[in-house]
């Protein structure tokens, strides 16, 4: 299905952050892990900024989703700045505690957290405490293991390792070069709007400030 995609906003601190109004995916993972390249795939053109500069993404840039018809944002995907990267400068890792902290544990809207994980580099300490942070705060999320066609005959030892080492109930291969898991992708991204969408009353339904 061909969606309508269009960048929204740019937000460096809480306060300037959307209102809370349509079901978010949060896309988050560490610096370089292709979470601008995933939401360029599963929207079918390039909205986010890629780079192979590490660190690429400093605000939490927010885009919004439409389905084929529909007049208003069906969802938001909300691209966050990646961690635990060493040339990212310390300057801006700990931006990343000051208001991306506050997104994850604080948003209404927030309907599915996306951890992406490299599937080329084994368990990292730092996904597997965001994974359990995200646990703790009962975010619901999903391991997404990206650049999955440069692994080869090994992906499904790679995946389990990782789903092992991260502590995931499950982990989806990815990988915006061949398109692999989109499809199931955006299922499973549909599932979280409907559910949340009902959580809150309907798609129009006002939501709680956050
Ligand atoms: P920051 O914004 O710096 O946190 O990075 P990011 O996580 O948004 O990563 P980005 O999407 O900019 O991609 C980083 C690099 O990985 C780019 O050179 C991409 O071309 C490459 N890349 C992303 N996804 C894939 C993939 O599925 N396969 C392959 N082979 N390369 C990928
Ligand atoms: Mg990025």
């Not at 660190?55 to 944002?73: D, L, M, S, Y």
């Amino acid at each position: 299905m061909k969606v309508h995609t269009r960048f929204l906003l740019s937000a460096l601190d809480e306060r300037h952050f959307p209102a809370a109004s349509s079901p978010e995916i949060a896309f988050l993972g560490r610096s370089n892990v292709g979470k601008s390249s995933l939401i360029n795939s599963l929207a079918g053109v390039k909205i986010a900024k890629t780079s192979n500069t590490p660190g690429r993404t400093q605000a939490i840039n927010f885009f919004e989703v439409r389905w084929p018809g529909h007049p208003k944002p069906d969802l938001l995907f909300v691209d966050l700045p990646g961690y635990g990267y060493a040339r990212v400068p310390r300057e801006i890792t700990n931006r990343w505690q000051g208001f991306v902290d506050p997104y994850l544990t604080n948003r209404s809207t927030l309907a599915l957290c996306l951890c992406l994980v490299d599937a080329n580099v084994p368990p990292q300490k730092s996904d597997a405490q965001l994974i359990e942070f995200l646990q703790h705060v009962d975010r619901p999320l999903l391991v997404v293991a990206t650049k999955a066609d440069k692994v080869g005959s090994r992906l499904q030892s790679a995946l389990e390792k990782l789903r092992q080492g991260l502590g995931a109930d499950k982990i989806l291969p990815f990988s915006s070069k061949s398109g692999m898991g989109r499809d199931e992708l955006w299922k499973l991204i549909r599932m979280a709007v409907e559910r949340s969408d009902e959580e809150s009353g309907g798609p129009e339904a006002p939501r709680a400030a956050g």
